[in-house]
């Protein structure tokens, strides 16, 4: 059977990009062996927790909101977007469900930043544009690269994909497509940094710390780039194969 995997369906004002980014994330799913259960913001909690009953894992999707700077005790710049309390309600159930059930988790660029500031993390309201284009956009398939350390749970996953270069002995060098103005400051609890962009060291992925619990974070967009890129498909086949063997965490075990 498919691994049934929690996606929050995108909600932004704009029609046109949640039909189409939508796709992207299905079929990056569907394609690694996976069944996307939508959930959609017309939901009840008590809806959406029976859901989660029926999912093995979670994945956070992009967006064009940013996240309330409320969220991680700082105040609001001019260049920081619109927020989305709709979409970060339904971040906040997914991710409590996730990590008391330790159940595998894979966050994409805006879904990165919400992870993040759930574990009381801090975010970078806006980028400077030089000298590198975070917000290069869809258009862009490659638009800087991200240095990983090898030995990290990222750098495992894409090992033997061929667009993952060795830099150094102890680092891999991954091309990668980029659509955000905002990035991880200070990384959360229990979250550790696995990829920074070598021009101005932005974090670009992290992952968590609990062997046990499969998180990971990237601030890129692998859903986009499964055609051409290797390790954007191994981030998939990984995951889901994470989400097919995941097992519930006992309740006497697990955390608030």
Known sequence: M???IALPVPNSADPGYNQRSLPTYTQALIDAGAEPVLLDYSLSQQQIADTLNTCCAVMLPG?????NPQKYGAERLPACGYSDPARESMDDLLLQDAHNLYKPILAICYGTQSLNVWRSGTLIQDLPKQPVLHPAGKAVPIAHDADIPAGSLLG?????APDAAPHS????RLPVNSSHHQAIDVPGDGLRVVA????DNVIEAVEGTTPEHFV????WHPERSTDISPASRAIFARFIAQARNWTPRKITDSVG
């Open 2 to 4: 498919r691994p049934r």
């Open 169 to 172: 002995a102890d680092l891999l």
């Open 196 to 199: 920074r962009c070598p021009v």
């Open 63 to 67: 967006s064009p909101a940013d996240t």
């Open 156 to 160: 495992s996953i894409i090992a033997s």
């Open 216 to 219: 990971l974070g990237v601030q």
